[in-house]
């Protein structure tokens, strides 16, 4: 784990610097806007940047308020019960920034959930909590690179921990609980094995990732991660003021997004385009309002539109089609199409 | 021409090359990675223990100078020995947590030799990729050891390490010491940063990079490096062609799936994505029809195929092999991960992991005992005693991976529309693998030999491709086919993983093991084939495809069906047959799946 802190410790290449990817950009800006939109999973080509894009993202927010030693990301003003260092009265407020936790391929249940403090088990007996990456990644992003390939018990854990916000142990003597609400976020190469169907949907949003295709984007791409590999200080003062608008873009939409508007039409627009891709249940359709709404915001917007609708309908639906596993045809066109069909000519706002 | 990634066996270029020169590529690899460890990550070495390996090995040592850690991950033992970990004895004895740090954190700055490298886990290849996208990474050196073609080195580590080096057939006489000394490294290191790339150089690698097909932007950023450090060694301040050209040799060719020019019309940018039917055009002149063909022959086949045929068929091979019974996919109890099954006495340590509230239960009713007769111990001091036999480690349960391989008979006597109806049973049958979380291989036979379409893989999309495209007509060299999966199902066994195997054949062979036309022999191989095939114990099905199979069932040719005997397979007519036979066949299997189910 150490050796995590010191890799996010080391500089992040910059959000506004990564080229193109455009939908993962803007999926993991929905996602930041508003956390209860369930998760994003990126799927595409190695080396398309899916990582890095992924950590990046964790250098645009602001960091927020916590307290020092605290391993559960426990907001100063209600700290978790089973938190002892938020409960000493002589705590020391700090500002912490987000999280993003990396979730690796090969760990183990007690390092994700949490286990029994070995330490002191071994020093006097004393039956404690060690928290995992679960509570780590509290008011964070917590990562899974190559999530297709993650053992299925992990997955449902995680995906049933991120739906609930709350992580309960009930294992080795111990019976606790304690908040772990973060924004789950999946990366993956198809080529490598696909995600069970049944899990697809629990994500909220799902792009595919591709390498740019023209010649001149590549070139950017190796020219900017070369120049960040060769010199990254002097790299990241290079797009510091881009960082920073893009920041204070995403900052204010995180304060104006219960002011947005959502007009009857946009909701029935959404239930129409549903029905007509026949996605099971509504969770879909929560989750495309929600990504307009946040769409509309980032924008800054006083209401969402159908632009905005259409604009994230294939990441909000195109994992949740019913479909044949066999059947290539690109969900993305499906929902395209369903999009032009249903809500026609884009209505003005 | 298909994705030489799939390639099997593996891409080789033209002509066999001068080992001389194979040998002076490996050693300016080594050269270059000395000077930008950073930049260039690491080397995947494709070669067995020997001479040349070490030779190799020996010379980076020392153009990496005597600063840099060397480690070596030892093999078999999973992801811990990256990842720190508790020091069980350092923290008994003390009675407080003690950390040792993983090779990860200790190979900073040096380098982390990985033997066996294509046999690595998953969880193993994840902590090192994850190890190597830090800033403070070590220089991987990944030693593969494959015999087999289709055992390679992971592509998420491939991906990451500028450099895969084939030393494995190289004569003794062209391995020579590394003509760089440590002098030219240091001197080449302190010029690097200053090493300028003009635009040209740099969109020359990248165009260089898409022209072959390379997608991920991680070959042509190392590319880069890699002629900058050859431009820093020669003592260039910008990089020249001749840089970019030997960096292109030494990080762009090897991962070529084609050469550019040479298929200009099948770069990808070319084609309008939703156009991603394989280009094996001759399959498929009239398209439109034959598709239309090809959908309704699939509808056909939905309704005659029994389900959950490969469940039964595994089912059964747990059966025979005596395994326990259990839900999809045979259990095997590997030590490391999967759910948890039970604790026993035992050191942890290796791959076994300590049941700490178990250890300290079976420790604790001695130890007032244990207090009075330790030597010198303080009165009040609350420590617990723990020893050696009081340590319990936990057992886990994965399931155990399968690799269900079909070997289709694409041959002429396989008629056209049976060959459809064969692939339409494989589709349906993929499609049974995805739900499983199987892994699929896909064999064809005809003409004069047997093509591995698909090596072993879970990606079906790939699989559902490579099958339609397959061509039909010619000979049918059914033993060419069964020789090729039983190596597949071999390699399978030795990684641990339950292997079925489906044959759809009318079993008719008329071409022998040699290739040579004729029937007698030709099917007293293939029977010979079967034979060695149900020697590897896989569990498998003859599904005869045979014109006959479909008018009459049951009362088919004789000859799939013995092979099936052959093969100690279950037999199956395809679709046509007597609903009586099919009901009879799907009874058995349901009575099987059903053992699988509960």
């Known amino acids: 784990m150490r050796d995590q802190e010191a890799a996010r410790r080391a500089p992040q290449f910059p959000f506004s610097a990564v080229v193109g990817q455009d939908d993962l950009k803007r999926s993991l800006m929905i996602a930041a806007i508003e ?50 260092v938020c409960r000493d009265p002589n705590r020391r407020e700090v500002m912490r920034p987000v999280p993003v936790v990396d979730l690796p391929l090969g760990a183990t249940e007690d390092r994700v959930v949490g286990a029994l403090d070995l330490e002191r088990a071994l020093a006097t007996g004393e039956k404690r909590f060690e928290p995992g990456l679960l509570a780590r990644a509290h008011r964070g992003f917590l990562y899974i690179d190559e999530v297709n390939l993650l053992e299925d018990h992990l997955i449902d854990l995680l995906l049933d921990v991120a739906a609930s916000g709350e992580n309960v142990v009930e294992r080795e003597g111990l019976s606790l609980r304690h908040p772990a609400r973060f924004v789950l976020v999946g990366s993956g190469n198809p080529e490598e094995g696909e995600l069970r169907p049944q899990l697809l949907d629990r994500f909220g949003l799902s792009v595919e990732v591709r390498t740019p295709q023209d010649v001149a984007s590549r070139i950017e ?69 929600r990504a307009a709404r946040a769409v509309a915001a980032l924008e800054g917007r006083g209401s969402a539109s159908i632009e905005d609708l259409a604009a994230v309908a294939p990441m909000a639906l195109g994992h949740r089609l019913r479909r044949d596993p066999l059947d290539e045809t690109a969900s993305t066109a499906r929902v395209a199409r369903a999009v032009a069909e249903v809500l026609g000519a884009p209505a003005e706002v | 021409m298909r994705d ?106 040096g380098v982390l030799v990985v033997p066996g490298a294509e046999r690595l886990e998953r969880g193993v290849v994840g902590a090192l990729t994850q190890g190597l996208e830090g800033a403070a990474a070590p220089t991987v050196i990944a030693f593969d050891e494959g015999a087999e073609a289709e055992e390679r080195v992971a592509p998420a580590l491939g991906d990451r390490l500028a450099f895969a080096l084939g030393l494995d057939a190289l004569p003794l006489g062209a391995v020579s010491p590394l003509v760089a000394t440590l002098d030219d490294v240091r001197a080449a290191r302190a010029m690097l940063s200053y090493v300028a790339v003009p635009d040209d150089a740099l969109a020359a690698l990248v165009a ?14 190392m590319a880069l490096a890699a002629a900058r450090a050859h431009a820093a060694l020669h003592g260039r301040s910008a990089v020249a062609e001749e840089d970019a050209a030997i960096a292109s040799e030494l990080v762009l060719l090897p991962r070529a799936l084609w050469l550019p020019g040479a298929e200009e019309e099948q770069a990808p940018e070319e084609q309008p994505p939703q156009d991603s039917e394989p280009e094996d055009g001759e399959a498929q002149a009239p ?232 029937r007698g022999p030709a099917q007293a191989d293939a029977e010979a084939a079967a034979r060695g095939l149900a020697a590897t114990g896989a569990a498998s099905l003859v599904i005869d495809t045979s014109a006959r199979a479909a008018r009459t069932g049951a009362r088919a040719r004789p000859e799939a069906r013995s092979l099936a005997d052959a093969m100690s397979a279950r037999y199956l007519a395809l679709p046509g047959a007597g609903a009586e036979s099919i009901a009879g066949a799907a009874g058995m299997l349901s009575r099987g799946s059903d053992g699988a189910r509960r």
Request: aromatic fraction near 2%; proline fraction near 7%; hydrophobic fraction near 45%.
């Open chain 1, 35 to 84: 956390p209860a939109i369930g998760g994003v999973l990126a799927f595409g080509d190695r080396g398309t940047g899916k990582s890095t894009t992924i950590r990046a993202l964790a250098g645009l927010l602001p960091p927020s308020p916590g307290v020092e030693g605290c391993a559960y990301g426990c907001t100063p003003e209600n700290p978790a019960p089973v938190c002892e």
């Open chain 1, 221 to 289: 791409v190796v020219k900017r991660r070369d120049a960040f590999e060769r010199d990254p200080a002097g790299f990241l003062a290079d797009w510091a003021s881009e960082e920073e608008a893009l920041a204070e873009k995403l900052q204010h939409a995180r304060m104006g997004l219960d002011d947005v508007l959502l007009h009857d039409e946009l909701r029935e627009a959404a239930a129409r385009l549903c029905i007509a891709l026949g996605t099971d249940g509504l969770r879909g359709e929560l989750t495309l309002i």
């Open chain 2, 4 to 109: 030489l990634n799939d390639g099997y066996p593996a891409p080789s270029s033209g002509a066999p090359e001068d080992g001389e020169e194979v040998w002076a590529r490996a050693g300016l690899a080594a050269v270059l990675l000395a000077i930008d460890p950073r930049g260039l990550r690491g080397a995947v070495l494709r070669a067995r223990p020997g001479h040349a390996r070490d030779a190799w090995l020996e010379g980076l040592r020392a153009l990496m100078g005597d600063a840099a850690p060397w480690h070596r991950l030892p093999p078999g033992c999973g992801a811990a020995p990256l990842l720190p970990r508790l020091d069980l004895a350092a923290t008994l004895a003390e009675g407080r947590a003690i950390e040792a740090p993983g090779l990860l954190t200790r190979a900073t700055a």
């Open chain 2, 208 to 221: 260089m990079a898409a022209g072959m097909g390379i997608g991920s932007a991680r070959p042509p950023t």
């Open chain 2, 287 to 518: 398209e439109g029809e034959a598709e239309a063909l090809e959908d309704r022959l699939l509808e056909a086949v939905r309704a005659s195929l029994p389900p959950e045929v490969l469940a039964a068929l595994l089912a059964g091979n747990r059966q025979r092999s005596g395994g326990a019974a259990g839900s999809a996919g045979a259990q095997m109890a590997t030590p490391r991960r999967g759910r948890p099954a039970g604790v026993r006495q035992g050191l942890p340590g290796g791959h076994r992991r300590l049941a700490l509230v178990e250890t300290l239960s079976a420790a604790a009713p001695w130890q007032p005992l244990r207090r009075r007769t330790r030597a010198g111990s303080a009165p009040g001091n609350r420590r617990l005693e723990i020893r050696r036999d009081d340590l319990r480690i936990r057992r886990f349960k994965a399931p155990r991976e399968t690799l269900t391989i079909f070997v289709v008979d694409a041959s002429g006597s396989a008629a056209i529309a049976r060959l459809a109806e064969a692939k339409g049973a494989v589709e349906l049958m993929l499609g049974e693998a995805y739900r499983r979380r199987d892994s699929v291989a896909l064999v064809a036979f005809r003409k004069e030999g047997a093509e591995l379409l698909l090596p072993p893989t879970r990606a079906l999309a790939r699989a559902r491709k490579a099958l339609a495209a397959l061509p039909g007509g010619g000979g049918t060299p059914i033993a060419a086919g069964l020789d090729v999966a039983r190596r597949l199902a071999e390699d399978a066994r030795r990684r641990g993983q339950s292997v079925g195997i489906v044959l759809l054949s009318d079993g008719r062979a008329n071409i022998a093991r040699d290739g040579t036309p004729g």
